[in-house]
Nanobody, 126 residues
Framework: EVQLVESGGGLVQAGGSLRLSCAAS????????IGWFRQAPGKEREGVSC????????YYADSVKGRFTISSDNAKNTVYLQMNSLKPEDTAVYYC???????????????????WGQGTQVTVSS
């Protein structure tokens, strides 16, 4: 069974930085992508960034381009999301998800993801 565990959330002032981690386990295949999503109260889950396990290709939502960086350490089965220049509107619960056998590169539609972590809260104060 695939399991994803997020960590690294917290409270930070606007302009600050946080690094989220997503530790993955239980994969018996290599064809998958890991995505970061976020959900603010009363809003739909929004795709932020994703990375292909196969070739390491990365993709970002326009709202975070130039501020967030996704990376992976395959030896540790961990995906990171470095978040810089944080804004109050980045406040949300952040989830990592796994898309098995991805078809469309850079998929950020949460409906296409097959497994989820429990989420970690990120709060950015103004």
């Amino acid at each position: 069974e695939v399991q994803l565990v997020e960590s690294g959330g917290g409270l930070v002032q606007a302009g600050g930085s946080l690094r989220l981690s997503c530790a993955a386990s239980g994969f018996t295949f290599d064809d998958y992508a890991i995505g970061w999503f976020r959900q603010a109260p009363g809003k739909e889950r929004e795709g932020v960034s994703c990375i292909s396990r196969g070739d390491g290709s990365t993709y970002y939502a326009d709202s975070v381009k130039g501020r967030f960086t996704i990376s992976s350490d395959n030896a540790k089965n961990t995906v990171y999301l470095q978040m810089n220049s944080l804004k109050p509107e980045d406040t949300a619960v952040y989830y990592c998800g796994a898309e098995f056998y991805p078809v469309v590169p850079g998929e950020l539609d949460h409906d296409e993801y097959d497994a989820w972590g429990q989420g970690t809260q990120v709060t950015v104060s103004s």
